[in-house]
């Protein structure tokens, strides 16, 4: 399978600052298709995961501006260019390109 | 708007069988590839498998830990998305969430407790 990894784990952010997270995966992703299928999804406390970002850097209809994906091959990232505080939440990466799909383990942000 | 209500989830003993049940609105669900995931309580997201749409084939693929135990399976006529779950151990505790193939879409989840 392929194993997602994201750091940090724990990411405490100011209010207002950006922050970064950074997934890998233990192989490409992508597909022979063309496109590298990789999603971030955030789960804010004792709600459902909500898909932010497809496919690398396509965000879903909804997600502010300030959330941007990036990468290619195994390396990823999300970044937030301006944290506010109903970011608080888990996040994590997952792959859809080798089946099974796998997620990352998730980076909890919260405020400093 | 999309939306998926799951249901069915409980308490059940080891060694025994649950069926939970996905309803799915607001999109034409005979076209949509659907998956379940799971969350076991304070830990991240895993996958339990998916179905095809009857046009691409309705076939299913599973994750390891379950492949043999549960089944997914659909039916169109009632847009509903089902995962019938049988042999339930402990480690199967979770919440169990349905979403659009492409995850763009969950619902909020049923529990999932597996104990004596």
């Known amino acids: 399978d392929v194993v997602m990894t994201q750091s940090p784990l724990s990411l405490p952010v100011t209010l207002g600052q950006p922050a970064s997270i950074s997934c890998r995966s233990s192989?490409?992703?992508?597909?022979?298709?063309?496109?590298?299928?990789l999603n971030w999804f955030q789960q804010r406390p004792g709600q459902s995961p909500r898909r932010l970002i497809y496919?690398?850097?396509n965000r879903d209809s909804g997600v502010p501006d300030r959330f941007s994906g990036s990468g290619s091959g195994t390396d990823f990232t999300l970044k937030i260019s301006r944290v506010e505080a109903e970011d608080v939440g888990v996040y994590y990466c997952?792959?859809?390109?080798?089946?099974?799909?796998?997620f990352g383990p998730g980076t909890k942000v919260d405020i400093k | 708007e999309v939306q998926l209500v799951e249901s069915g989830g409980g308490l059940v003993k080891p060694g025994g069988s649950l069926r939970l049940s996905c309803a799915a609105s607001?999109?034409?669900?005979?076209?949509?590839?659907m998956s379940w995931v799971r969350q076991a309580p304070g830990k991240g997201l895993e996958w339990v498998g998916r179905?095809?749409?009857?046009?691409?084939?309705?076939?299913?693929d599973y994750a390891a830990p379950v492949k043999g135990r549960f089944i997914i399976s659909r039916d169109d006529s009632k847009n509903t998305l089902y995962l019938q779950m049988n042999s339930l151990k402990t480690e199967d505790t979770a919440m169990y969430y349905c979403a659009t193939g492409g995850v763009g879409t969950w619902g909020q989840g049923t529990l999932v407790t597996v104990s004596s």
């Open positions: 192989q490409s992703l992508l597909y022979s298709d063309g496109n590298t299928y």
């Open positions: 607001g999109f034409t669900f005979s076209n949509a590839w």
């Open positions: 496919k690398v850097s």
């Open positions: 179905i095809k749409s009857k046009t691409d084939g309705g076939t299913t």
């Open positions: 997952m792959q859809g390109t080798h089946w099974p799909f796998t």
